[in-house]
T-cell receptor
Framework: AQSVTQLDSQVPVFEEAPVELRCNYS??????LFWYVQYPNQGLQLLLK??????LVKGINGFEAEFNKSQTSFHLRKPSVHISDTAEYFC???????????FGAGTRLAVHP | DADVTQTPRNRITKTGKRIMLECSQT?????MYWYRQDPGLGLRLIYY???????NKGEISDGYSVSRQAQAKFSLSLESAIPNQTALYFC??????????FGPGTRLTVL
């Protein structure tokens, strides 16, 4: 069975600092991987996705993630965060054709001035 | 206009009451989902539907039921609400390579 582990429940960081949000998954087959962001009092919005091909994926708002098959990881990075990046971030995994997402518990990113 | 809408956005109800949460979409997607979000647990799948005649239980379907009235409408019912069903509920639609699109959520409080 698939599962997703987000290794940090909360990540505090100062504005303009780099940040990495960690995500590991378990699956016995090939996977699709996603990062979603939830701003306060809003629904989830897709940040980026890995389906196949290049292991470095670029998304919206300057975020990127790298798929590492040997480490079964899909960590999210941003070189310089802004106050507006304060939100909860969810990693999710799916098997091709399975049409269901398995979510991690979420990481709350708090960007301080 | 929002592609996935949920009504109501907030609801407070009492234990034992029957309530319905509604979801509508204008994206034309066949797949629709209901999730609940609890702090520290992420999103968990309650029910999903791949077309109007297809309804499937998710990982936490006990205490819930759904109705797919049309391609664009998918409702979630709590037959007899209990306090541990207090949560944030999300509807989502999907098409293509597993990507899903989420509504704004319904905050439900059961007293």
């Amino acid at each position: 069975a698939q599962s997703v582990t987000q290794l940090d429940s909360q990540v505090p960081v100062f504005e303009e600092a780099p940040v990495e949000l960690r995500c590991n998954y378990s699956s016995s087959v090939s996977v699709y991987l996603f990062w979603y962001v939830q701003y306060p009092n809003q629904g989830l919005q897709l940040l980026l996705k890995y389906l196949s091909g290049s292991t470095l994926v670029k998304g919206i708002n300057g975020f990127e993630a790298e798929f590492n098959k040997s480490q079964t990881s899909f960590h999210l990075r941003k070189p310089s965060v802004h106050i507006s990046d304060t939100a909860e971030y969810f990693c999710a995994v799916s098997e091709p054709g399975y049409n269901k997402l398995i979510f991690g518990a979420g990481t709350r990113l708090a960007v301080h001035p | 206009d929002a592609d996935v809408t949920q009504t109501p956005r907030n609801r407070i109800t009492k234990t034992g009451k029957r309530i319905m949460l509604e979801c509508s979409q204008t994206k034309g997607h066949d797949r629709m989902y209901w999730y609940r979000q609890d702090p520290g647990l992420g999103l968990r799948l309650i029910y999903y539907s791949f077309d109007v005649k297809d309804i499937n239980k998710g990982e936490i379907s006990d205490g819930y039921s759904v109705s797919r009235q049309a391609q664009a409408k998918f409702s979630l019912s709590l037959e007899s609400a209990i306090p541990n069903q207090t949560a944030l509920y999300f509807c989502a639609t999907g098409q293509g390579l597993n990507e899903q699109f989420f509504g704004p959520g319904t905050r439900l409080t059961v007293l």
